[in-house]
């Protein structure tokens, strides 16, 4: 996509009430972000609305939730702005609509523009989590059997920190909970996970099928023709067939003659039968015709479909390089006209074309890029689909000819009998030609027969040798992707490690492991969804918020130092003050986080915190988005 760092950040955010009205309408900034209140005041809520407007299934909703109707969201994902929107529901996976632009433009287009996603990837549509990826640059991760369980759902899980999830638990809490689904999401977040490394493991489980299965047929031909099938001369061999074949000729030809000379006398019913038989052909023949031209012209279908896929693929390239240059160029000032190369009167005013004075609409056109781009993308998908189906009738057709030629010959053959019982008795020599004809024929097939075998134990021999190049080439890439994988899953993991460590030194003096915790007693395992400090972690309720909550964040810091990262820079927390936590400590812990995201450009991240408690220092709108909300002043704004 537009950036090779992914990033994600929440614009605005809009919750409609069954009536249609608004009850919440915020706008977020990039950096920190605090919502803040007393607790019950709808804090919570408002977190579990966002993280369902982003894709998250979630249906545990709250009474104040469930008088609401859908929710709106307006992210900028790589620089590209869209507007989600999904209904409220207490059923799971539900699906979302996605709007290429602000969400202005969205409320007032309310049906063009808009595109319903379901929640599951289809043979039809893609799944809106495949869309967003598309947006966010993340290759499709998929399991050993090609299908994929990744989807935005499980991708939250790991940028928002929920209140309900036990606090041992690193991910946040799933019903429907897999070690290999989590370490799948871990590997894609921490940029560990490699497509290339991917395909070329299956790659290579393919060619070993493939290898293995041309060994087999191998052995299997040694053990059936061990005494012939590799010193057959096939030279030899095609000599013997072209002089049996001229012998087959001149048999033809002299059965021909004998046929001339001999008056024939069908019986009635004979005749009859024969007749019947070569209509019958007659309809097989115009069958087999059609089925001919059946399969030409869906061959020729695939090939069209085939030439369109090529050029919507060169679209799409042509659309990225477009993108690329108008990145690396649109910030070189045009100080001459390209048409008369007079000098250009400089324009004072920011967003104007220094050419034609237009204002520039950057937002709109990456808008616009995307959405092309993710059209293009659809129709690809289902032309595949399309040469897949056309694939499968001409199989069929090539199936049903294949019987009807069959049928066919058949067919000929009982009406050449029928017609040779039909001549009259004493034509010894007609029949001693036939016979001859048939030897010489049966002398041809099998020369040819031991011909093919020749040449099929050459050509296993030629591929197995093929094979094996190819899985020694392959394997030595494979080798050196693992040793970049495994490099930067110590990097990753080392830095998570230490940025922890970090943060649990920073805390107040409650817990002493914290104050002298190393980044080599941090034990952080995605796959197990576990996180220990020293190999324990049975601290006080509110220490065990802490140190989770440090874990988490230390993830959310190490994605803006490391560049292979393809956490998108975004994090989203209503667990700070959980499980006892005193107010000191949550306000130090705040104070701590707003210092570390001091040190990186604004814009570069965005982090969404709650707090009841919230530090003093931080109480401005240069944090705080919304009222401090009270019992009295709720989050959702309802009439009555």
């Known amino acids: ?93 539900r699906p979302l609509m996605i709007y290429h632009g602000n969400i202005d433009d969205a409320l007032k287009n309310s049906d063009d523009g808009w595109k319903l996603f379901p929640y599951r990837l289809t043979e039809k549509t893609f799944s809106f989590s495949r869309v967003l990826f598309d947006l966010l640059g993340y290759p499709e991760v998929r399991s050993d059997a090609g299908d994929t369980n990744i989807t ?263 009406i050449n009998l029928s017609t040779r019982n039909s001549k009259p008795a004493g034509q010894e020599e007609l029949e001693r030609l036939y016979e001859m004809r048939g030897s010489v024929k049966q002398e041809v097939l099998y020369l040819k027969k031991q011909k093919q075998i020749a040449m099929r134990f050459a050509q296993l021999s030629e591929e197995i040798a093929q094979k094996n190049k190819e899985l020694e080439l392959l394997q030595r890439d494979i080798e050196l992707l693992e040793q970049q994988q495994a490099s930067n899953r110590k990097k990753a993991m080392d830095k998570i490690k230490t940025i922890t460590a970090y943060i649990l030194n920073k805390d107040l003096p409650r817990q002493s492991e914290f104050t002298t915790a190393k980044a080599s007693e941090v034990d952080v395992n995605f796959k197990a969804n576990s996180i220990a400090l020293g190999g324990q972690f049975n601290y006080s309720a509110s220490s065990n918020v802490y140190l989770k909550n440090s874990v988490r964040f230390a993830i959310f810091f190490a994605s803006l130092v490391l560049d292979f990262f393809r956490y998108p820079a975004f994090i989203a927390c209503d667990n700070m003050e959980d499980k006892g936590m005193e107010e000191e400590r949550s306000q130090n812990f705040q104070k701590l986080l707003v210092a570390m995201c001091s040190k990186f450009p604004k814009e570069s991240y965005q982090m969404i915190f709650t707090t009841s408690m919230i530090a003093p220092e931080l109480n401005t709108n240069d944090y705080c988005v919304g009222d401090a909300y009270t019992s009295e002043n709720k989050s959702l704004k309802f009439e009555g």
């Open 152 to 414: 935005m759902h499980q991708i939250l899980r790991l940028m928002y920190i929920d209140q309900e999830s036990p606090t041992d638990s690193l991910f946040r809490y799933d019903h429907f909970d897999y070690p290999i689904t989590r370490e799948a999401v871990s590997e894609l977040l921490l940029g560990i996970y490699d497509n290339a490394l991917y395909n070329y493991r299956l790659h290579e489980k393919d060619l070993q099928g493939v290898k293995k299965d041309l060994e087999s047929e191998f052995r299997g031909l040694k053990r059936l023709y061990r005494d012939t099938a590799d010193t057959i001369d096939t030279a030899k061999v095609d000599q013997t067939i072209y002089e049996k074949e001229q012998s087959l000729t001149r048999l033809e030809q002299m059965i021909t003659e004998k046929n001339q000379q001999t008056t024939y006398t069908v019986p009635r019913k004979s005749s009859v039968n024969v007749v019947a038989k070569i209509d019958s052909l007659n309809v097989l023949k115009q069958e087999i015709t059609e089925l001919k031209l059946k399969i030409q012209s869906s061959e020729e279908d695939i090939i069209d479909s085939q030439l369109f896929i090529e050029s919507l693929t060169h679209k799409l390239d042509q659309i990225e390089d477009s993108i690329l240059t108008r990145q690396s160029l649109g910030e070189l000032p045009l100080t001459h006209c390209p048409q008369c190369l007079s000098p250009l009167q400089p324009v004072e005013q920011e967003g104007v074309c220094s050419l034609c004075h237009q204002p520039i609409d950057k937002e709109h056109s990456n808008s616009y890029a995307s959405r092309v781009q993710q059209e293009i993308k659809m129709q690809i998908s289902e032309s595949r689909r399309i040469i897949s189906s056309k694939e499968d009738r001409t199989r069929t057709y090539k199936q049903v000819l294949d019987q009807r030629v069959a049928q066919a010959e058949q067919l000929q053959r009982d």
């Open 1 to 93: 996509m537009t950036s090779n760092k992914p990033t994600l950040q929440v614009h605005r955010f809009i919750v409609f009430e069954q009536n249609g009205k608004r009850v919440y309408d915020e706008e977020f900034h990039p950096g920190v972000n605090i919502i803040r209140g007393k607790n019950s005041s709808g804090k919570s809520t408002i977190m579990n609305l966002l993280y369902f407007a982003l894709g998250g299934d979630f249906t545990a909703w709250s009474q104040a939730a469930s008088r609401c109707k859908s929710v709106l969201v307006e992210v900028i994902i790589n620089g590209v702005v869209v507007t989600l929107r999904r209904i409220i529901s207490t059923a799971s996976m």
